[in-house]
């Protein structure tokens, strides 16, 4: 599901040239392509477009406001783990009341603020959490809707610093406990507790994990509402694999897990929400680099890019593999070189790839790491002091910067010196 390709020589993003980008914004950057997230979006909706669905993009892959904006205008919803993000997904035109609020740590300032708001759903992860919700609610005279997110112990695979669904990790209440948390919110006067939530990992590749919690979902739901527990949402997270490489098995498409949540949920009445992230952005966003070297090392040959890991920290932090291409098509016959692909940065983490055969590079070559439109831009950071990487989105022959890049006295324009010193 890609809009970046070569047309005469050189990758389009849509009809725009990534060299007229990188010469105008200069490298590196992010580069998203309109039609792509809203390919990616109507997809997912027509997938699920035979239940009762919310859709509630999960902000923390991109939030850009640029972004959210453009999701907001096509009908979608929002989870948001943070005040921050809730503050971005409204002011982005998320309505309300299709906002859910997920996540371990949220602070009596946070939920106050949701409060406020008057979010669709808190998904409530602990007792303490419950208490403290309701005990706001009341001061504010308010009724707090939420849904548990149940933890059901079920392993999706993927990468470890990504799974969310198994017993030791620290998302969502115990599958065993459910009927302890639903009675205790029963006596909540600040509580309406209408649903179960879920969401058991990331890149998940197979739709096996899927229907092993949705199963145990909808158990779960039968027996709260046979003890008289009125569950009318079912939110099942996010998760949803994308193809990083052509060398993948296909994860499922957005289609075939549609069917299947609406074969499992079938008959029961219920409200579904979905949080698709990565599967919304992650292919419709690339960055974009520029070779400043290439260096003969004692044993490998690298590519020196002025990309780095504080840009784009995903293969560092979970050994990610993102393709790379050079923007200008290599010239028939063109040597194909055994690179490792590095950043700048003073550590051997910030490596993008060890021997990743490449048509051979020069500096002031262009290239692009695909699929870098879910949790790049978010995660970057100011390490180094190389400023916070720009974002552009593209739609048909026109691009706006939509996050400029700070100068360097930006970056450190909020620290002080104090007198002392
Ligand atoms: N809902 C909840 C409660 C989540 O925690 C997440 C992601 C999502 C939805 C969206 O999941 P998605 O559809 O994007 O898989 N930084 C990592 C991924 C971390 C995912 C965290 N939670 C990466 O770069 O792979």
Not at 14 to 26: F, M, R
Not at 34 to 42: D, F, P, Q, S, V
Not at 102 to 116: N, Q
Not at 292 to 316: E, H
């Amino acid at each position: 599901m890609r809009h970046f390709t070569p047309i005469n020589g050189q990758i389009m993003v849509e009809n725009v040239n990534l060299s007229t980008i990188a010469e105008q914004v200069g490298t590196p950057a992010y580069v998203y392509s309109t039609a792509t997230l809203t390919r990616h979006y109507k997809v997912f909706e027509q997938a699920v477009s035979g239940m009762d669905a919310l859709i509630a993009y999960s902000v923390k892959a991109n939030s850009n406001q640029a972004v959210l904006s453009l999701l907001a205008k096509l009908g979608c919803g929002a989870d948001v783990v943070s005040g921050g993000e809730l503050t971005r997904a409204l002011s982005a035109g998320i309505p309300a009341d299709k906002i859910v609020f997920s996540g371990v740590g949220k602070t009596e300032a946070e939920l106050r603020a949701a409060l406020e708001a008057e979010i669709f759903q808190f998904n409530v992860e602990s007792i303490p959490e419950l208490d403290l919700l309701n005990s706001i609610a009341l001061d504010m005279g308010k009724i707090a809707p939420i849904a548990f997110r149940i933890n059901p112990d079920v392993n999706a695979g993927g990468h470890e610093k990504i799974s969310t669904g198994r017993a030791e990790n620290k998302f969502g209440v115990d599958i065993a406990d459910a009927n302890i948390a639903f009675e205790r919110a029963r006596n909540l006067a600040g509580i309406s507790a209408n649903g179960i939530a879920m969401h058991i990992g990331s890149q998940i590749d197979s739709l096996a994990p899927f229907a092993s919690a949705i199963t145990l979902g909808v158990d779960l739901i039968k027996q709260l509402r046979a003890k008289g527990y009125p569950i009318e949402t079912f939110d099942i997270g996010g998760g949803l694999g994308i193809s990083y490489s052509a060398d993948d098995t296909p994860p499922p498409n957005p289609t075939e897990y549609g069917k299947l949540v609406e074969q499992l949920t079938d008959g029961l009445g219920l409200k579904m929400l979905f949080e698709p992230g990565r599967l919304i952005v992650g292919n419709a966003g690339v960055l974009l680099a520029k070779t400043i070297y290439v260096k003969q090392g004692g044993a490998r040959n690298f590519l020196i890019i002025d990309a780095a890991m504080n840009d784009l920290m995903r293969p560092a932090l979970y050994d990610a593999h993102h393709d790379i291409e050079p923007v200008v098509t290599p010239a028939p016959g063109t040597n194909m070189i055994s690179y490792d692909v590095v950043g700048p940065i003073c550590e051997s983490g910030d490596t993008f790839t060890q021997h990743r055969l490449l048509p051979e590079m020069h500096a002031g070559d262009l290239l692009v790491l695909h699929s870098a439109g879910a949790y790049g831009a978010v995660q970057a950071s100011q390490y180094n002091s190389r400023p916070l990487v720009p974002e552009i989105l593209v739609k048909d022959d026109k691009f706006a910067v939509i996050r400029t890049r700070p100068s360097i006295e930006d970056i450190f324009k909020t620290e002080n010196v104090p007198d002392w010193v």
